[in-house]
């Protein structure tokens, strides 16, 4: 276990922990960090962890980058903040031109976390084709899937820990089989095809996770499926929502996700690792299509009347164009290819034959597998977490799902201890 030791008396009584059992706490303490560098975080004493799931999947190319940290220390001394109401900066207008140039759609809305990004886009779809003179109530959304903790996303989502409590405030939702599998693909559009079939005109939006549902225990299912179910739902005349918060940004191996599904959604929310890690930014992705319904005098009362205080803020967006300019200038995502192959190696060599390890699997710089048959206590997710803590690696398992989703800077050597750390962890469990 993890010491901290002088630090033990730190006042803790006034944070409430996000997606934190605060009573587990009394016997494993919160880790205070001091700093963090690269792939490293470090504690009061010294002592490192590999930050292996990117704190929550924001942090694409290490922590305190030199570059992102020198663009935002230049942004400050300038402009920290301005409403984007009536207002503008060069770091929003920039960042959208990029934005739009590598995805191909024609505008940006911005906000400021993925479940507000989320919100963004199921009112903008209603609000469409209420315009249009279609009232469209409901929503469509496959089983398993997970897409924020506000209410409107919480509502589309269909992981029951996170949203059985609030059930009785939650918009109107219908749910479609996600595909466990390449032979699954045909009955899982049928099955689409009939939800739409009945309920089609009262659908606004079909919102997806292409290729990984991330909080959904890593589930990742096929390309084909994506693009056959999006081009259904929207020859139904049903918008298509692709959640790319979790998988944007180089994630699955490409810099979004749909690039490898052959289709174009009619929106497509971003978040997590837009701004390397360091600010809050989310940002709607749309057509002029979508834009020019809403773009009418005030008078019609048609206006998207939407905004969070801090949309679009400077600091943020310095370290968004900050994080594309490395991207795209050190061709991190090719050498992406090298490292996702390396782990995959890695991995089947200290686990492929291991006891309890099931569906070894990667796409990209996301890699994961199921532990089965640990027989021991029911949280494997505590216990995995702490194993790897003494072991300094940072884990965060999905129940029975243990995963890695690194910062791009990650080297081989690194890999290669992650996925000895997970044998170690793994012979321990199995053999308690």
């Given at each position: 276990?993890?010491?901290?030791?002088?630090?033990?008396?730190?006042?803790m009584?006034?944070?409430?922990?996000?997606?934190?059992?605060?009573y587990?706490?009394?016997?494993?303490?919160?880790?205070?960090?001091?700093?963090?560098?690269?792939?490293?975080?470090?504690?009061?004493?010294?002592k490192?962890?590999?930050?292996?799931?990117?704190?929550?999947?924001?942090?694409?190319?290490?922590?305190?980058?030199?570059?992102?940290?020198?663009?935002?220390?230049?942004?400050?001394?300038?402009?920290?903040?301005?409403?984007?109401?009536?207002?503008?900066?060069?770091?929003?207008?920039?960042?959208?031109?990029?934005?739009?140039?590598?995805?191909?759609?024609?505008?940006?809305?911005?906000?400021?976390?993925?479940s507000?990004?989320?919100?963004?886009?199921?009112?903008?779809s209603?609000?469409?084709?209420?315009?249009?003179?279609?009232?469209?109530?409901?929503?469509?959304?496959?089983?398993?899937?997970?897409?924020?903790?506000t209410?409107?996303?919480?509502?589309?989502?269909?992981?029951?820990?996170?949203?059985?409590?609030?059930?009785?405030?939650?918009?109107?939702?219908?749910?479609?089989?996600?595909?466990?599998?390449?032979?699954?693909?045909?009955?899982?559009?049928?099955?689409?095809?009939?939800?739409?079939?009945?309920?089609?005109?009262?659908?606004?939006?079909?919102?997806?996770?292409?290729?990984?549902?991330?909080?959904?225990?890593?589930?990742?299912?096929?390309?084909?499926?994506?693009?056959?179910?999006?081009?259904?739902?929207?020859?139904?005349?049903?918008?298509?929502?692709?959640?790319?918060i979790?998988?944007?940004?180089?994630?699955?191996?490409?810099?979004?996700?749909?690039?490898?599904?052959?289709?174009?959604?009619?929106?497509?929310?971003?978040?997590?690792?837009?701004?390397?890690?360091?600010?809050?930014?989310?940002?709607?992705?749309?057509?002029?299509?979508?834009?020019?319904?809403?773009?009418?005098?005030?008078?019609?009362?048609?206006?998207?009347?939407?905004?969070?205080?801090?949309?679009?803020?400077?600091?943020?967006?310095?370290?968004?164009?900050?994080?594309?300019?490395?991207?795209?200038?050190?061709?991190?995502?090719?050498?992406?290819?090298?490292?996702?192959?390396?782990?995959?190696a890695?991995?089947?060599?200290?686990?492929?034959?291991?006891?309890?390890v099931?569906?070894?699997?990667?796409?990209?710089?996301?890699?994961?597998?199921?532990?089965?048959?640990?027989?021991?206590?029911?949280?494997?997710?505590?216990?995995?977490?702490?194993?790897?803590?003494?072991?300094?690696?940072?884990?965060?398992?999905?129940?029975?799902?243990?995963?890695?989703?690194?910062?791009?800077?990650?080297?081989?050597?690194?890999?290669?201890?992650?996925?000895?750390?997970?044998?170690?962890?793994?012979?321990?469990?199995?053999?308690?």
């Amino acid at each position: 276990m993890h010491t901290n030791a002088h630090y033990h008396d730190w006042d803790m009584r006034y944070i409430w922990h996000p997606c934190s059992q605060m009573y587990d706490h009394a016997q494993l303490p919160l880790v205070p960090i001091k700093r963090a560098q690269g792939i490293y975080l470090y504690d009061f004493e010294d002592k490192a962890y590999i930050d292996a799931i990117s704190s929550w999947w924001v942090n694409l190319l290490g922590h305190n980058h030199p570059y992102i940290s020198q663009q935002l220390k230049r942004q400050i001394d300038t402009l920290e903040h301005v409403l984007l109401a009536g207002f503008t900066h060069p770091q929003i207008i920039r960042l959208s031109e990029r934005l739009c140039a590598l995805s191909g759609f024609d505008k940006c809305f911005y906000a400021d976390n993925g479940s507000s990004c989320i919100e963004v886009a199921l009112k903008m779809s209603f609000h469409s084709h209420l315009l249009a003179g279609h009232k469209r109530p409901k929503f469509l959304s496959l089983s398993n899937s997970y897409h924020g903790e506000t209410l409107g996303a919480l509502s589309i989502s269909h992981v029951g820990l996170y949203k059985d409590t609030y059930t009785p405030l939650f918009l109107e939702n219908l749910s479609t089989p996600v595909p466990q599998g390449d032979e699954d693909i045909p009955n899982a559009l049928a099955q689409l095809e009939q939800i739409l079939d009945k309920h089609g005109l009262e659908i606004s939006a079909f919102i997806l996770e292409p290729l990984i549902q991330c909080a959904g225990g890593m589930h990742f299912y096929s390309a084909e499926y994506v693009r056959q179910a999006t081009r259904l739902c929207q020859e139904h005349g049903v918008h298509v929502i692709f959640d790319e918060i979790a998988v944007g940004f180089g994630r699955t191996g490409t810099l979004f996700a749909y690039e490898q599904c052959g289709v174009m959604p009619d929106f497509l929310c971003l978040s997590k690792g837009i701004s390397g890690g360091y600010l809050p930014l989310a940002v709607v992705l749309t057509s002029n299509r979508i834009y020019d319904q809403f773009y009418a005098p005030y008078s019609e009362n048609k206006n998207f009347l939407h905004s969070h205080s801090y949309t679009g803020n400077a600091l943020a967006c310095a370290c968004a164009n900050a994080t594309l300019d490395v991207l795209e200038q050190n061709q991190v995502l090719e050498h992406n290819r090298m490292l996702s192959a390396h782990m995959q190696a890695c991995l089947q060599e200290f686990l492929g034959d291991v006891k309890g390890v099931a569906n070894l699997r990667a796409l990209g710089m996301i890699f994961a597998f199921e532990l089965v048959g640990y027989a021991g206590s029911q949280r494997v997710s505590l216990c995995v977490f702490e194993k790897a803590l003494c072991k300094g690696v940072l884990l965060r398992p999905l129940h029975n799902t243990i995963y890695c989703m690194p910062p791009y800077c990650i080297d081989e050597a690194q890999i290669r201890h992650i996925a000895y750390t997970f044998k170690e962890i793994v012979v321990e469990l199995t053999q308690s």
